[in-house]
């Protein structure tokens, strides 16, 4: 009987299984699944790493002149993060406005930062004051945070 102990690693284990030529399929049927879940996510990485390696892009950008090889540049740094240091630049830069803006949505939930209703707005008609509407205040700092990630994305969409 061949069982594989929970706190051990799925790499050493297959490590040993392959040293010592025993076949994964003696591994008993209480231990097979903690043992495939390691080679599931093993394949899995695989897979993505592949991925990734298959995003090498060619283009001739001497054979392309004025606005055409512009918009190659422009497109290769967008759209493949991999391929120049701007690029790269740029994608660290595209994550970190999600994440900014992830963080900001998230802060606005807190009782500190909530947008403050003032009741400034009234009208006053005889003796019976009316209420013209409520104005909303919300938090300078995440407004701007706000505005600089929404003008980020839009640039981001027209490119």
Known sequence: ELHVPLEVCGAVVK??????????????ACCWRHYRSY???QNILDSFNHSLLSQAVEVDLNALTGWPR???KVWLILEYPRTS?????????????VVTSIAGFC???????????????????GEH????GRAMTAHEALTIV???CTVFFTLELIL
């Not at 240091?85 to 595209?94: D, F, L, N, Q, R």
């Not at 004051?129 to 013209?132: A, F, K, N, S």
Request: net charge negative; aromatic share 12%; with cysteine.
């Open 146 to 148: 706000d505005i600089i």
């Open 107 to 125: 802060l606005e939930t807190l009782p500190e930062l909530r947008p403050q209703f003032h009741n400034d707005t009234t009208a006053c008609e």
């Open 39 to 41: 080679i599931e996510n």
């Open 129 to 132: 004051p009316v209420e013209l």
């Open 15 to 28: 490590r040993e299984l392959d040293f010592w030529q025993i076949n994964e399929l003696e591994i008993k």
């Open 70 to 72: 512009i918009q190659w």
């Open 85 to 97: 240091k701007p690029a790269m630049v740029y994608g660290v830069a595209s994550f970190l406005f």
